[in-house]
């Protein structure tokens, strides 16, 4: 037989089980509840509506970016080939113009100070035809070769010989 302190505790203990297997039970019940009622819940759907949005939003600017590269991939072909087309262009040499304005910087320091003198410097190195540098810029037209200098004289002569026959003539 038990005792009365032992039945107590015995009915305590059953007591106490059978209460959590009803809060076991609650607790599951409202938990499917709860689940089913917030999805249906306005909140649910404005979150729903929020994601979507913001996959929408991705996917833009993921397609947005792909069209950037693209764009930036063709026009860098196209200036690599019209690298290649022309015959070096001497204006496309520096790789922007900040270089290009630090190099003319550097130029005009070298340079005496006094104009005539500057003037007489880049003439004696512009007349050099065995500097490669001046014949590029003579290959390219940018300054004229000997021999051009004297057709240009021998023809601007021949000119004025044809202007002075011709108002002799009239």
Known sequence: MMSSKEGLERYKQEKLQKRRE??????????????????????????????????????????????????????????????????LNKRNTFENRTEKHRTLKKLKLALPKSPDRRVTTMVAYLQNSNSPTVRKLQS???????????????SKALTEDLKTVIDICI
């Open 22 to 87: 009803q809060r076991l039970e609650s607790y599951y019940r409202n938990r499917n509840l709860k689940e089913n009622e917030y999805a249906l819940s306005d909140e649910a759907v404005r979150q729903k509506q929020h994601r979507e949005k913001q996959e929408k939003e991705q996917m833009r600017r993921v397609k947005e970016t792909e069209r950037k590269r693209k764009y930036r991939k063709r026009k860098h072909e196209n200036i690599n080939d019209q690298r290649q087309n022309e015959n």
């Open 140 to 154: 390219s037209e940018v300054i004229s070769s000997p021999e051009e200098i004297e057709e240009h004289k021998t």
